[in-house]
Every structure is written in C-alpha cells, then in structure tokens.
C-alpha cells in the first residue's frame, strides 16, 4: 500500500513539474514575442518620424 502511495506520488510530481516547464516556456515565448514586437513599433516609429 506505502509502495503504491510513492509511485502515485512520483507521477504527481512528474505532473506538476511538466505543468510548470509548459507555464514557464509559455512565459519566455509571451516575453519574447513581446519584445520583438516592441523593438519592431519603435522601429516603425522612427521611421514614420523622420
């Protein structure tokens, strides 16, 4: 019964780790996107400015 409990456990774990990995890539891309998206409005800033 304790073994069955820890393998239920484990697959938890792997659970929420893999749960965490996808927010956190998630993240980096929004961030990511985000940035390039800014870096390409100022640059079209600029150019509408001068």
């Known amino acids: 019964m304790k ?5 239920l456990l484990f697959f938890l774990a792997i659970f929420l780790i893999k749960i965490m ?7 980096i891309s929004f ?3 985000a940035v390039i ?3 390409f ?7 509408l400015k001068s």
């Open 3 to 7: 073994f069955l409990k820890l393998i």
């Open 21 to 27: 990995f996808k927010l956190v890539f998630g993240m």
């Open 41 to 47: 409005l100022y640059i079209g800033w600029r150019i």
């Open 37 to 39: 998206f800014i870096v």
């Open 31 to 33: 961030l990511f996107t």
